[in-house]
Each structure stands twice: as C-alpha cells, then as structure tokens.
C-alpha cells in the first residue's frame, strides 16, 4: 500500500485546527503508512498549544514552523521534509470524510495518467451571513464550472481543492510558486495538466469545509484571486481558464457602460437591460439555492460581491502585470484572512 502524507497550511485557527486533525485521526487509512504535517505560521492564538497535544498523543503527526507564513510555502515545505508516494494538501478549515483517503488512491488506479485526484467540498455554515456566502460558492451563478464545489460532474476536470498528488507529479512539475499569496493550487494544477498528467473527480471523496467569510473578508480574499489570475496569466503567456475572464467582463461592463450612458440613450438602454439581465439571473440562481425571501436576497448580495471584487482585482492585475509591468506589490503579497 502507498505511503500517503497530507500537508496542512495553518495560521491562527485555534477553532478549526483540532477538529480537522480528528478527522484524520479517524480515517480509515492505516496509520503506519500516514504521515499529518501542519506548518504552522507563526500563529499567536492557542493553535500551536494545540499541535503540541496532538503530536505527543499521535506518532503520525507532526508540525513544522513556517517563518514565511504563506501557504505556499508551507505546502513546500511539509511536501520535501515529508516525502510521500502521494502527497495530499489540506486547508486548516476542513474535515475529511474516513473514506477519503482511500478512495483517493482508488482514483490513481483507473489510470496511470491520473496525476491528482480531488472530491467534493460540502459547506458548512456557521450563521446567516456563512451561509449566504455557502450557498453562492455552491452555484454554477457565483464560481462557474467549479466542479468541485458544484458537484456537478464527475471525471475529468482542470483543478480540485484538496487534491492528492502522485510523487511523480512533482519530479516532473516541480512544486508550488512560492510567490503566489493566492491561486497557487489553480498554477500547480494547471502545470500538472501541461506536464501530461490527468486531474480526477471523484464524487466519492467529500470533505466538509467550514466557511470562514464574513462580507468582508470575502471581497478582500476574491479581490486576490483575481489579482493573482492576472500575475498566473502573465507567467504562462495563457489564460489558465475560460471563466476567469467572466468577472473581469463583468466590470468593464460596468465601468464603461457607465460612461458611454452620458453620450448616447442607445448606450444608456443597453446598459440597464444588461445590468436587468445580471440581476434577473442572480435571483433566478439564487431562488434555486434557498428557501427564503432573506436567503435569496443575501445570496444575489454575495453573488455581487464575488464577481466584483474578483474583476476589480483582475482590472488592477492588468494595470500592474500586463500595462505597467510591475512585480507584486508587499501589500498583495499579504495574505488576508
């Protein structure tokens, strides 16, 4: 049987981090052959108090400081001290299902060309507005064809979250860009793609995730995403996905649509009838989601502000990579929780 190690980047998750580490200690893969690594950043809270309990209760696992504090980097990190024949990388925020291991390696054996294989992300929300926020990142309306987090395919597909690695994956792609505060998993496995290898998903293997967002946060943490897009973009001379380019559509529209508004009634009218089309569709998708008049209206809220932000982000990539040609900024580079 394979050799599995899974990598967690954590920082300052004294509420999560245990409940994540006992699910793995109650999975059903053997513990003789696991290895849990959490790099932990530095965290000022009681989360180190808590991996110290851990590693002395649990011989499989084990935690690294990671001075960088990126995820990234932790990810390397964890990867190279503790090689695997799979490697699998978890979010501090999430618990697997007992079978999800296992049926990882179940993927790898329907191809030899299956590189990474990844599940299903099942939300869990915490109050209202986690909620809203779960239910939006659960439709085709607000993350596209985000399989992973729509459940709505299985097989082939271009990125997962959580995703295990065969080692021969990184002998050949190498590891994470240590430069990419976000996206960093979208840039491996788009490199895992390029290099010849395969991406499953399976509707076999689940995790839960807890969502972490307030209104907020969420712009802040889709206000990245789509400021890295560009930066990945520009690195490959190609865009990693089709639906990247959504949002920043989406802003254009708006921002021009504005201003051509006060040339011409043409453009005034063709401006409100797409901003009544956007509208139409984030309530129709909405509704699809919830079962209550506020539900729905938090939704098209949080469906606003994910397809904003991330533009917006991507509007200033543009300037800062493609236009002016800048490297990222210490404020970018700051990862935002």
Request: with cysteine; charged share 20%; net charge positive.
């Amino acid at each position: 049987m394979s050799t599995v190690t899974v990598v967690i980047p954590c920082r300052n998750e004294e509420d999560y981090i245990a409940l994540c580490l006992d699910s793995l200690v109650n999975c059903d893969f053997p513990k003789d052959r696991l290895k849990v690594v959490v790099c932990d950043g530095m965290s000022t809270d009681g989360t180190r108090t808590i991996l110290e309990k851990y590693s002395k209760q649990h011989s499989f696992i084990f935690w690294l400081d990671n001075p960088q504090k990126t995820t990234p980097f932790a990810l390397n990190l964890g990867i190279k001290k503790y090689p695997a024949d799979v490697s699998i990388i978890l979010g501090a925020h999430a618990e697997i299902y007992s079978d999800y291991i296992c049926n990882c390696l179940k993927a790898f054996e329907m191809n030899k060309s299956i590189g990474c294989a990844g599940g299903i992300i099942e939300n869990i929300n915490e109050d209202l507005e986690t909620r809203a926020i779960g239910m939006s990142m659960a439709s085709p309306f607000g993350v596209g064809n985000a399989h992973f987090r729509t459940g709505g395919k299985e097989g082939y597909v271009d990125t997962v979250a959580f995703g295990a690695y065969r080692k021969e994956v990184f002998d050949r792609v190498g590891y994470f860009d240590e430069r990419l505060t976000r996206n960093q998993d979208d840039e491996f496995n788009f490199r895992v793609i390029r290099g010849g290898f395969k991406i499953y998903l399976s509707k076999k293997i689940r995790a839960k995730y807890y969502v972490r967002s307030s209104y907020k946060k969420l712009y802040r943490q889709y206000y990245q995403y789509g400021y890295w897009k560009v930066f990945i973009s520009k690195k490959h001379r190609t865009f990693i996905s089709v639906r990247q380019l959504v949002p920043l559509g989406f802003v254009l529209f708006l921002f021009l649509g504005a201003v051509l508004s006060f040339i011409h009634p043409v453009f005034y009218g063709l401006y409100l009838a797409g901003i009544a089309i956007y509208m139409a569709g984030a309530f129709f998708f909405a509704t699809k989601q919830s079962d209550d008049d506020v539900s729905t209206l938090k939704i098209v809220k949080t469906f606003i502000i994910l397809h904003f932000s991330y533009g917006l982000g991507q509007l200033e990539g543009v300037k800062d990579f493609l236009i002016l040609n800048k490297q990222p900024t210490a404020s970018h580079e700051m990862l935002t929780r």
